[in-house]
């Protein structure tokens, strides 16, 4: 099955700063990555996704790139600022394979004003 | 609209109780989820409905739990003769069905088992 590891578990930034997120998936055959911000006491939250016929996709400052060959996808936000601050998500899935979906372990991103 | 909804949002049970967590849906997505959160932890794969058959059992970790669903919607995770161990953050999700990835969670319940 799909495997999805997740660097850095934790994470500081200055507000202001960028930060990034790394994913590593082992299912070549994965072609769906959604990112996924969990706040204190909340479900997570989907905020940005890309599918696997893409290499990049931006909404605001956030974007998500992808390098298929590589088998490895990341996150990137920009501008931080402290409600940026939570545990972000990454995960692996196999388009209409619902149930087949991977996540990562978490990063814990805290930015400081 | 309407999002995920789980009840309780907390529960304190004493080791060897059964507990009951429920899941509402969004309305129409046909498929659903339960995970489990560890403090501090990613997210474990329990379960998987699509409409009320259960085709993926194989995260559940024992046979201690269970889950069933009804007319298509509400969902209960059943945890039998509960253990400290299984205290956890237990996710709900749901997604429109086959096809359409995007998963939605609920809020989760929070589960303490002393």
């Known amino acids: 099955g799909e495997n999805v590891e997740q660097h850095p578990s934790t994470l500081s930034v200055q507000e202001g700063d960028s930060a990034v997120i790394k994913c590593t998936y082992s299912?070549?055959?994965?072609?769906?990555f959604p990112w996924y911000k969990q706040e204190l006491g909340k479900g997570p939250q989907l905020i940005i996704d890309i599918r696997s016929n893409v290499g990049e996709k931006k909404d605001q400052r956030i974007a998500v790139t992808l390098n298929k060959t590589a088998k490895h996808f990341s996150l990137h936000i920009t501008e931080t600022q402290p409600e940026d601050s939570a545990v972000y998500f990454c995960?692996?899935?196999?388009?209409?394979?619902?149930?087949?979906?991977?996540f990562g372990a978490g990063t814990r991103l805290t930015v400081k004003p | 609209g309407a999002g995920v909804s789980q009840s309780p949002s907390n529960k304190v049970t004493e080791k060897g109780k059964d507990v009951e967590l429920r899941c509402d849906p969004i309305s129409g997505h046909t498929a659903l989820y339960w995970y489990r959160q560890s403090l501090g932890q990613g997210l474990e794969f329990l379960i998987y409905?699509?409409?009320?058959?259960?085709?993926?059992k194989s995260g559940l970790p024992s046979d201690r739990f269970s889950a069933e669903r009804t007319g298509g919607s509400v969902s209960t995770l059943t945890i039998q003769r509960t253990q400290q161990e299984d205290s956890a953050v237990y996710l709900c999700?749901?997604?429109f069905g086959q096809g359409q990835e995007t998963q939605y969670f609920g809020p989760g319940t929070r589960l303490l088992v002393l």
């Open positions: 995960a692996a899935s196999i388009r209409y394979n619902n149930n087949d979906m991977r």
């Open positions: 999700a749901s997604s």
């Open positions: 299912d070549s055959a994965s072609n769906y």
């Open positions: 409905f699509q409409g009320n058959s259960a085709p993926d």
